[in-house]
């Protein structure tokens, strides 16, 4: 299974089509070429492997971010866990 990550819009390279984006903390580029709509610094987005698949109100994206925290932090804490069980060994 594939997710598209909201994502947040810090810049744009209008010359190569390319958005950076704050993906939870992580700036990373991403290419515009498969969106119709016109994107901003600023909008929330979706990205998904690389493109930039469409655009997310602000709360929504939110509301989905609180979701991956809540994710990760459970991943963490069960991995911390399983560290603990096992003498400090994840398997």
Request: proline content about 1%.
């Amino acid at each position: 299974m594939c997710l598209a990550i909201p994502s947040k819009v810090v810049s744009i390279d209008k010359e190569s089509n390319m958005a950076t984006l704050d993906t939870l903390g992580v700036t990373r580029e991403a290419s515009l070429d498969l969106m119709s709509e016109e994107v901003s610094i600023g909008d929330y987005v979706l990205l998904h492997i690389g493109y930039v698949m469409g655009k997310i109100d602000a709360e929504q994206a939110k509301l989905s971010l609180e979701t991956y925290a809540e994710i990760i932090k459970a991943i963490e804490e069960e991995e911390a866990e399983l560290r603990s069980a096992n003498n400090g060994q994840v398997f």
